[in-house]
């Protein structure tokens, strides 16, 4: 029997792979996880409540597009959060964010661009739906390094025009993930000129939005309306997962112009699982709601002042701007990952797991990623422990 091979080339998946590095060695110490971006945080204190009220919703199929009620929850916290006027046709719900980050290249890549096979350009490192999306679609992956030369983002000027003619989507993370570095104002209007220039989509990944630490992050849909854009240029993806602390509710949504967004919701009407009624319901109490928000991201700021204290004198340590990742330098991330479990019982993720070589170069492979996601205590308990490990 034949299979595809579209998918042969694809590397262990990362938690597989990390798996098949620690899963065999006994952890040198009580086990603090600070490899996955599983927010610990407390739950919306309305959450349970709602949900119970909505229960006889699951007795009937949801609405494809996202409810009115949903839609016109996250049309006004758009423009709380970033002063956009969006309507609910130019909205779309979704099962989380891997789901629209996925099917958004179905939906919207061409099977050929300027006559010849597209191109999808994505951070290295990277969330690995993008380039999953790119080879589906069948599209040339393109990794582009985001390193501290490039401030931890892509630098898309140093695309050559030619790639950049056949490009016809652009993944982009901010705040990124891993790194936590934010896109200015000026760096996306210079990705939206370039986009113009040369007729390619943005995909904006913007689901550690709310996790920063100082002032809020610009978005990409703000400084596209700003600058008077095409308004199918920039499709923009958020998540309650890491705003709100509710990864396994599987809530978020896509927004972009309405060409757009009707192609998501025809390929979705299709081949897509819509959210669920209680869930689209109470997301929607969910998003009209900024004081959880306002209590996590307080508490994140002040595990990231922990690490600061901890970790500060590292050599190449840099605190980030948003999101709840620390992006370590090490000689060896595997190495380090390997060590550190050995040791100590401290689970961190090698960075090489994150992005893709190019050339011979992993721009991941000198680092480990470290999330903080859990309690201060094992935080700063696991911190002390990498540090006294890693760092002597």
């Avoid at 993944?171 to 210079?190: F, H, K, L, M």
């Avoid at 370590?328 to 550190?340: K, M």
Wanted: hydrophobic content about 40%; charged content about 20%.
């Amino acid at each position: 029997m034949e299979y595809p091979k579209r998918f042969a080339n694809l590397p262990v998946a990362t938690w597989p792979r990390l798996r098949g590095l620690l899963d065999a060695v006994q952890p040198g110490g009580d086990p603090i996880n600070m490899t996955i971006g599983d927010p610990k945080h407390a739950m919306p204190p309305f959450l349970a409540e709602a949900m119970t009220a909505q229960m006889a919703g699951f007795g009937s199929y949801p609405n494809n597009d996202g409810a009115p009620a949903l839609l016109d929850a996250i049309s006004r916290w758009l423009a709380r959060r970033y002063g956009v006027t969006v309507t609910a046709n130019e909205i779309m719900s979704l099962n989380g964010t891997r789901e629209g980050l996925y099917n958004a290249s179905m939906a919207l890549c061409p099977e050929v661009k300027n006559g010849q096979r597209p191109v999808i350009l994505t951070p290295n490192p990277f969330y690995q739906v993008y380039a999953v999306a790119a080879l589906s679609v069948g599209a040339e992956p393109v990794y582009l390094p985001a390193t501290a030369d490039t401030g931890h983002l892509p630098d898309f000027d140093a695309v050559p025009a030619d790639v950049l003619d056949r490009t016809a989507i652009a993944y982009i993370c901010s705040p990124a993930n891993p790194q936590g570095a934010v896109a200015t104002e000026d760096y996306w209007r210079n990705l939206i000129a370039l986009a113009e220039k040369h007729d390619f989509k943005i995909f904006a990944d913007e689901c550690y939005s709310e996790i920063y630490r100082g002032r809020a992050p610009v978005g990409a849909l703000q400084v596209a309306q700003a600058m008077g854009a095409d308004p199918e240029r920039v499709v923009i993806f958020h998540s309650l997962s890491k705003r709100s602390n509710l990864a396994g509710l599987r809530s978020g949504f896509c927004a972009s112009g309405p060409k757009n967004i009707a192609a998501i919701r025809a390929l979705r009407a299709y081949a897509g699982a819509p959210l669920p009624g209680p869930i689209q319901a109470v997301s929607a109490l969910v998003w009209d709601d900024e004081d959880h928000v306002t209590a996590s991201r307080a508490l994140y700021a002040e595990k990231f002042d922990i690490a600061d204290r901890i970790l500060g004198h590292v050599p190449g340590y840099t605190s980030p701007e948003a999101g709840f990742f620390l992006w370590l330098p090490v000689p060896d991330g595997e190495q380090a990952a390997l060590t550190l479990w050995a040791k100590t019982g401290v689970r961190t993720l090698p960075g090489a797991y994150l992005s893709r070589d190019v050339s011979g170069f992993n721009p991941g492979a000198g680092f480990i990623r470290v999330a903080l996601c859990g309690p201060k205590s094992d935080v700063e308990r696991g911190l002390t422990r990498l540090r006294d490990t890693v760092y002597q």
